[in-house]
């Protein structure tokens, strides 16, 4: 429920998630941070289907 939530929370809400961060900061303090897309690439294999 806690991960629904708050997949829930970013897709509702992604304007003022992402508006309240500076991505350039967070780039420079983690410099291989990925895009959802980027991230989903690489280990959406990871992730059961039915």
Known sequence: DEAGNML???TEFEDY???VRDLDVVRELN???KTFDQW???NGHTIPTA
């Open 8 to 10: 829930q929370y970013y």
């Open 17 to 19: 998630f992402t508006g």
């Open 31 to 33: 410099p291989r941070l």
């Open 40 to 42: 989903l690439a690489a």
